[in-house]
């Protein structure tokens, strides 16, 4: 069998099981675009932090402006390939007029992204706080931001959320997933998640889409906020638990369940598997 033939029997692949991603707009985001654009998001919000660049008060607003300009640049290309691939799955037609007005919504979504970052970095930086508050092993702001895990998924996450709730398919997903792999921490975009959030240690913690998560929660490693059922038919009800405010959840618990409540002030000890409410002010562990 000679190449020419070899390379037949794989572009006939393509052609019978899909998977291809052309150059076209309507093909689907491309992921490394969306990691790199995520790069550059957190060197905004951290500039210097995560990347080798010297940056001084001469050169900053340059700087800035070069990563601002990149992200709007690719992030709308990349959102409006997103937009026109779910047209597409709708059985909708993709005309001209479609293709602009896609054009034009991947835009306005990417400046106002770079319009919420000021608000995004109000957020994260009262995370950072809550860990390095939270952690007597912490010795510094500047270490909970450069080595902690789980300020890069809690971070990645107020990314992906405002995507997300700005209508933006499949790119959110692709995001907080990449952290995944990364941290070990699966934060679904879709999730609900107050202020002053933590996680410490962070590995096998999972965050499901429907979750609610108050002020002040601090979740431990393995915590599972998850659904009782994983059935296709469920996937537009709320299929995870709600954590009220100033919670505090330790290492391997389960809680399950979109009609779960857990009350405010309440700690849930290591290893409990609760799949009901339980009351405000609630200490719960596994001799219960």
């Not at 919000?45 to 995560?50: E, H």
């Not at 950072?128 to 996450?157: C, H, N, R, T």
Request: glycine share 8%.
């Amino acid at each position: 069998m000679n190449i020419d033939m070899l390379i037949d029997g794989i572009l006939d692949s393509y052609d019978r099981y899909g998977g291809i991603n052309r150059s076209e707009s309507e093909n689907f985001p491309n992921r490394e675009n969306v990691i790199k654009i995520l790069g550059d998001l957190q060197f905004l919000i951290f500039p210097g932090f995560k990347l080798n660049e010297e940056i001084n008060p001469t050169n900053i607003r340059y700087i800035v402006g070069q990563r601002v300009n990149n992200v709007i640049v690719l992030l709308t290309k990349e959102i409006q390939k997103a937009l026109v691939y779910s047209l597409a799955l709708q059985n909708k037609t993709k005309d001209e007029a479609q293709q602009s007005n896609c054009y034009k919504l991947a835009e306005s979504t990417a400046l106002a992204l770079i319009e919420e970052l000021p608000e995004i970095k109000r957020k994260i930086t009262l995370d950072v706080k809550a860990g390095f508050q939270g952690d007597p092993a912490a010795k510094s702001i500047e270490e909970v931001i450069l080595s902690y895990p789980a300020i890069e998924a809690i971070l990645v996450y107020r990314i992906a959320n405002f995507l997300y709730r700005n209508g933006v398919p499949v790119i959110p997903r692709i995001m907080t997933e990449h952290t995944h792999g990364k941290t070990g921490i699966d934060i679904n975009p879709g999730a609900t998640i107050g202020e002053s959030f933590f996680i410490d240690h962070g590995t096998g913690v999972v965050i499901g889409e429907s979750t609610i998560i108050g002020n002040n929660v601090k979740l431990y490693q393995g915590v599972t906020l998850g659904a009782l059922s994983v059935k296709k038919e469920l996937m537009n009800k709320k299929r995870h638990p709600t954590i009220e405010d100033n919670v505090t959840i330790y290492a391997n618990a389960t809680i399950l369940g979109g009609s779960t409540i857990i009350g405010k002030d309440s700690t849930i000890g290591g290893n409990t598997w609760v799949t009901h409410s339980v009351a405000a002010g609630t200490v719960l562990t596994l001799e219960e």
